[in-house]
């Protein structure tokens, strides 16, 4: 018992390490090759409005997070836009709670959401993997509504921290 679960912690521990070094790899050879600040450029001079660009961010990120450890999302995306969200004028404490938060969506949404197979894992045999993504659309619209809430009125992210610390970063 005690060797199985062993065994089964070590083999997830191994995955994860393995995700940390190839998201680390890709974004060392991403930013020597000067990809980042190529791109950087781009999405700061593209002539569309910087919601647009936001919205173009947001949608990658919660299409990549269908597919995509989140994890591995963190470590490869969040280096990438927060030069492009602090260029555009977004508050990046604001811009790290949105990213999170679309993050969650994602890994929650079928048909490839990550979190989904490990709910798959934790109920009855009886229920199929599609029970388990049905069940799953209240919580993803209530993360949804959350979400355009916290973008329409950044103050729900910011207040608490402009209260403690008596600043506030970026216009948004």
């Not at 600040?37 to 990549?64: C, E, Q």
């Not at 508050?91 to 890994?107: E, S």
Request: aromatic share 14%; charged share 10%.
């Amino acid at each position: 018992m005690t060797r199985d679960a062993l065994y089964g912690t070590l083999s997830i521990f191994g995955m994860i390490m393995f995700i940390f070094i190839g998201a680390i790899i890709f974004s060392r050879f991403y930013m020597g090759m000067g990809i980042r600040a190529y791109l950087d450029d781009i999405l700061i001079t593209l002539a569309v409005s910087r919601w647009v660009i936001l919205a173009g961010m947001m949608l990658f990120i919660f299409l990549a997070g269908m597919i995509i450890h989140d994890i591995a999302i963190i470590l490869v995306c969040a280096p990438i836009f927060t030069e492009v969200v602090v260029a555009l004028g977004f508050d990046p404490l604001w811009f790290g709670m949105v990213f999170l938060v679309n993050i969650q969506i994602a890994i929650l949404s079928p048909p490839f959401g990550p979190a989904l197979f490990y709910m798959r894992g934790c109920v009855d045999d009886k229920v199929g993997y599609k029970g388990v993504a049905m069940a799953a659309f209240p919580y993803m619209g209530m993360q949804v509504i959350g979400l355009t809430l916290c973008i329409l009125f950044p103050q729900i992210i910011l207040w608490l921290p402009n209260l403690i610390f008596g600043l506030s970063r970026c216009n948004l």
